[in-house]
Every structure is written in C-alpha cells, then in structure tokens.
C-alpha cells in the first residue's frame, strides 16, 4: 500500500480542542478519499501553546518527528500569542524557529504556514474583537517570514458559524478548514475539486 505522512502543527484549533477529531485528520481522510495513498496523520498540536512553545516541543521531539518522512507540513500558530500580548518581533523569532524546524522535517521543505484566523461574533473572554488589531500585526509577519524562507501561505476563508466561541472550531469549521487544506493539496497533485 502507498502512504504519505502529513504533519500538522499548532494549538487547540489544530489539535481540535471543542470536537472529537482535529482538521488534520479530516484532511488526511479527503485526501485519502482522492488519491491512490492512504494519509498517515500526525497532528503534533497542543492546546494552550504559543510559537516559542511550539519551537521547543518541535525540539523534543525532532528525531522521532523526522522518521514520518512527512511529504508536507502545515502549521497554525498564534492565537496564544495574541491572549498572551506577545510582541511581534518575539512572535517573528520564535516563528522563524518553527519554520526551520519544520522544513528540516519535511521533504523538500514542503512547509505550508497558514494565517491566524481573525475572530469572530461572540467571542469569550479572555478574547475580545479589538484584538483583531494583533491578528492583523502577527499575519504580517507571517507573511514575511513565508516571503523570506520561500514556504507557502494559505488564509482560511471562515465564518463566524464556524467556531464555537469565536476562537476554536466547530464540526463545521472542521470541514470549513479541512476541505480548504484538502483543496490546496490536491491542486499540487494536479487535481481541482469544484
């Protein structure tokens, strides 16, 4: 049987805090479902982590990471680092560390960073809307970090009716994000879905 590894990293929206699977292991399925592989999934995500815990977990872990052979990685990272004020040349430095880490792991550095998503309608404490400001200040740098080490980037398109409380997703955020991810691979692999 053919198989390809694809490792997601991240916090509690990777690791699907408020559902039973994470958007990563949807992906792995869809992708699984158009393909002639099977998806080894690792969602390597913790909830509650900012970039420089992300960077120092990826360190723990590197070598039995680096034996998944992963054909592509994504991470989503962030949204802890807006809760906890973190400044955005921290965010760059730490961030630039999951990048490195990540291409390194990788095969042919197939690294996709995906942007924060901005918060939505009813969000919960310790959230508020007027952070939106920060989301907008961190996804800058991410887009010069993805500029800079030439990975790719990808934005999700989402809807307040996608979360849960204005920060983790839902089941319908779950297919929201995972179809999105889904699509961008399978177009690498010659293949749009309409």
């Given at each position: 049987m053919?198989?390809?590894?694809?490792?997601?990293?991240?916090?509690?929206?990777?690791?699907?805090?408020?559902?039973?699977?994470?958007?990563?292991?949807?992906?792995?399925?869809?992708?699984t479902s158009h393909l002639l592989t099977q998806w080894n999934v690792v969602n390597h995500s913790v909830c509650g982590f900012k970039a420089i815990d992300l960077a120092r977990y990826i360190d723990t872990h590197f070598l039995s990471l680096k034996e998944k052979q992963s054909s592509i990685s994504t991470i989503l990272i962030g949204t802890n680092d807006i809760k906890e004020k973190t400044q955005a040349a921290d965010f760059r430095i730490a961030l630039e560390q999951v990048i490195l880490k990540t291409k390194l792991l990788t095969i042919n550095s197939n690294v996709i960073l995906m942007t924060i998503p901005e918060f939505h309608r009813g969000i919960t404490y310790p959230y508020?809307?007027?952070m939106n400001n920060q989301v907008v200040a961190l996804n800058a740098e991410i887009k010069a970090l993805t500029d800079k080490h030439d990975i790719r980037m990808l934005s999700i398109d989402h809807h307040a009716d996608?979360?849960?409380?204005?920060?983790?997703?839902?089941?319908q955020g779950l297919r929201t994000f995972s179809s999105q991810i889904s699509r961008y691979i399978l177009k690498d692999k010659g293949i749009e879905l309409n």
């Open positions: 053919n198989w390809e590894t694809y490792i997601a990293f991240g916090d509690s929206i990777t690791k699907g805090a408020r559902t039973y699977l994470g958007y990563p292991e949807l992906v792995g399925s869809q992708l508020s809307m007027e996608d979360f849960t409380d204005g920060v983790h997703l839902n089941d």
